[in-house]
């Protein structure tokens, strides 16, 4: 199983470029993770790092903790922030410390 408490930015980057599913809501909304970002040392082996995801530009996610879904890591719930609003949507970041 993937735990989000140890997982590494190297972890992550096997996975950029693919699309995960917000399940958490009434619609599915597919999500594709298009930056996994280092940030320097943190709390967490391996140091602190951001996932930036590119959404459709509705509908539009809240800034909470969202449930997940990828064919690998499962499951899982993330901590959400609306970031950025793009000509092909909106772009959320989840930041691990």
Do not use: N
Not at 2 to 29: C, N, R, Y
Not at 66 to 89: M, N, T, W, Y
């Amino acid at each position: 199983m993937f735990d989000l408490t140890t997982a590494t930015a190297d972890q992550f980057d096997e996975f950029q470029d693919q699309e995960f599913v917000v399940i958490s809501i009434s619609e599915p909304i597919p999500l594709k993770l298009i930056e996994v970002k280092k940030l320097g040392s943190g709390e967490r082996d391996g140091g602190a790092f951001s996932l930036l995801w590119q959404g459709p530009a509705t509908p539009i996610l809240s800034q909470e903790i969202h449930r997940i879904s990828h064919p690998i890591i499962g499951e899982q719930e993330i901590f959400l922030v609306p970031v950025a609003e793009k000509d092909v949507g909106l772009q959320y970041e989840a930041v691990f410390t």
